[in-house]
């Protein structure tokens, strides 16, 4: 059976946004993956209480986002583990779920650029193939080679943006799909105004 390419997105998804499925979306088809799963990290009791989304809220966001897209997934690894996510555990997680996967874990320019720092760096390489998306604002500082860097369609929207907004009564239709809106909408979500 030849091996499935498996792409994997880590995020609070706090909401989920355009710019994520846009990277996710690109990078699938520039590495021929079969699928990408946006992986949802677990509850962090410090950030729910100012203003962030409960974890069922962002789980279920990412759910209806993805709803459409055959190629797009949402894994609960991280939220099933719970505790502090940390990407060696959700790499190390999914290869035992999906072990004839070949994962490639993929990030914007600014969670990579301190992957250095991360629990476990030199493991976490071993674990998967690591592919930086380019994100606006950020520049991309690797020049290791260790990453692939993939050309995402820069979209200058971020899960902080997303929460302001709503805070301040401003748009956000079409910086999320919109059944993410409307889910913010029925849930009164992010409404405080508070962005961390
Ligand atoms: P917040 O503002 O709350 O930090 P965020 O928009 O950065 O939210 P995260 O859930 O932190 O979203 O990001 C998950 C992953 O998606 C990270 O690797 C991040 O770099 C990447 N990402 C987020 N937004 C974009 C974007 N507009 N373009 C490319 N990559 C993005
Ligand atoms: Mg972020």
């Known amino acids: 059976m030849p091996d499935l390419r498996v792409g994997v997105l880590g995020g609070t998804f706090d909401p989920i946004h355009h710019g994520h499925l846009a990277a996710a979306s690109e990078v699938r088809a520039a590495l021929d993956l079969d699928r990408v799963l946006l992986v949802p990290t677990a509850a962090q009791p410090f950030k729910d209480a100012h203003g962030h989304a409960p974890v069922e809220h962002r ?7 993805v709803a459409e897209d055959p190629y797009l997934e949402v894994s609960t690894v991280d939220i099933d583990r719970g505790g502090t996510t940390y990407t060696v555990d959700t790499l ?24 250095s720092e991360w629990r476990d760096a030199d493991r976490l390489l071993e674990l998967a193939t690591f592919v930086a998306v380019t994100r606006p604002g950020h520049v991309m500082t690797d020049s290791s080679g260790a990453f692939a860097v993939v050309e995402a369609p820069a979209l200058d929207v971020s899960s902080t943006d997303v929460r302001r907004r709503v805070g301040e009564g401003r748009p956000i239709r079409y910086l ?9 909408e029925e849930h009164d979500l992010y409404s405080g105004g508070r962005d961390d």
């Open 59 to 65: 789980l279920a966001m990412c759910r209806r986002a």
């Open 92 to 115: 190390a997680d999914l290869q035992s779920q999906q072990p004839e996967a070949r994962l490639f874990f993929i990030a914007g320019a600014d969670a990579l650029a301190r992957l």
């Open 176 to 184: 999320v799909p919109h059944a993410v809106a409307d889910y913010i």
